[in-house]
C-alpha cells in the first residue's frame, strides 16, 4: 500500500517556505525523498531511517516520525530551482520500496 | 563518472510485439529496481533485484519479465500481454535493498503505436 501525500500541489512565491508530508499505514524502515523536474528522473535528497531523526541539506530538511509512520519534508526560504514534483518513498523492514503519488511545487518570482 | 545508462530514451512499439528496455550501471550497486510512471503519478514497482541471479515481482509486475545475469545489469522485457504498456519506464539502483537512497537512470519513454 502506497504512502500518501499532502498536499498534492503547492505554489510559492520566491522565498516563502513550504511542508509536504508523507503518511504510511504500515510499519516503516525508512523514508526517503525525491525530487522529479518535468520529464527527467527523480534525484535523491535524502535518506531518513527509523528512530526519528531529521535530516538537512542546504534549505531543505525533513523529520521522521516512527510512531505516526509520518515524514514531512521541510523547504526554507524557497527559490525557483526548488520546483518540480517531491516524492516521498517508504521502506518497510522487507525491502520493497513504495512511492507516494508525489507533491507538484510551484515556485514563482 | 558513475551512473546509471538507460536506453534507448524513445521507443515505439507495435501491438503485440515484445520489446527489451536496457538499464546498466557502473555504481557497484547490489539492488536494483525498474519502475513505471504514468502521467501526473507516482512510481509504481514492476521488478527488483537484490543480488545477481535474484530478483522479485514488485505491484505491477504481470506483462513483464527481467533478468540479472551480470551485477551491472538489469533488463526489461515489456512482453506482448502487457496491454497497457504506454508509460515513461524508470531504472534505478542503490548499494543494498535498505537503507539507502535510489540513484536513477535518465528513463525511456516507451509508447505503442
Known amino acids: 500500500q502506497q504512502p500518501v501525500q499532502s498536499p498534492q500541489a503547492v505554489i510559492l512565491r520566491e522565498g516563502e517556505d513550504a511542508v509536504i508530508n508523507c503518511s504510511s499505514s504500515?510499519?516503516?524502515?525508512?523514508v526517503h525523498w525525491y525530487r522529479q523536474k518535468h520529464g527527467e528522473a527523480p534525484v535523491f535528497l535524502m535518506i531518513?531511517?527509523?528512530?526519528?531523526e531529521q535530516k538537512g541539506h542546504e534549505k531543505i530538511s525533513a523529520s521522521f516520525n516512527e510512531k505516526k509512520q509520518q515524514s514531512s519534508l521541510y523547504l526554507t526560504a524557497s527559490q525557483l530551482s526548488y520546483s518540480g514534483t517531491y516524492f516521498c518513498?517508504?521502506?518497510?523492514?522487507?525491502?520493497?520500496?513504495?512511492f507516494g503519488d508525489g507533491t507538484t511545487l510551484t515556485v514563482k518570482p | 563518472d558513475g551512473g546509471i545508462t538507460q536506453s534507448p530514451k524513445y521507443l515505439f512499439r507495435k501491438e503485440g510485439q515484445n520489446v527489451t528496455l536496457s538499464c546498466e550501471q557502473n555504481?557497484?550497486?547490489?539492488?536494483m529496481y525498474w519502475y513505471r510512471q504514468d502521467p501526473g503519478q507516482g512510481l509504481r514497482l514492476i521488478y527488483y533485484?537484490?543480488?545477481?541471479?535474484?530478483?522479485q515481482k514488485g505491484d505491477i509486475a504481470e506483462g513483464y519479465s527481467v533478468s540479472r545475469e551480470k551485477k551491472e545489469s538489469f533488463p526489461l522485457t515489456v512482453t506482448s500481454a502487457q496491454k497497457n504498456p504506454t508509460a515513461f519506464y524508470l531504472c534505478?539502483?542503490?548499494?543494498?535493498?535498505?537503507?539507502?537512497?535510489?540513484?536513477f537512470g535518465s528513463g525511456t519513454r516507451l509508447t505503442v503505436v
Open positions: 534505478a539502483s542503490s548499494i543494498a535493498l535498505l537503507g539507502d537512497g535510489y540513484t
Open positions: 504500515k510499519a516503516l524502515y525508512s
Open positions: 531518513l531511517l527509523k528512530g526519528g
Open positions: 518513498g517508504t521502506h518497510t523492514n522487507a525491502g520493497k520500496s513504495t
Open positions: 555504481l557497484n550497486h547490489d539492488a
Open positions: 533485484s537484490q543480488i545477481v541471479n535474484d530478483f
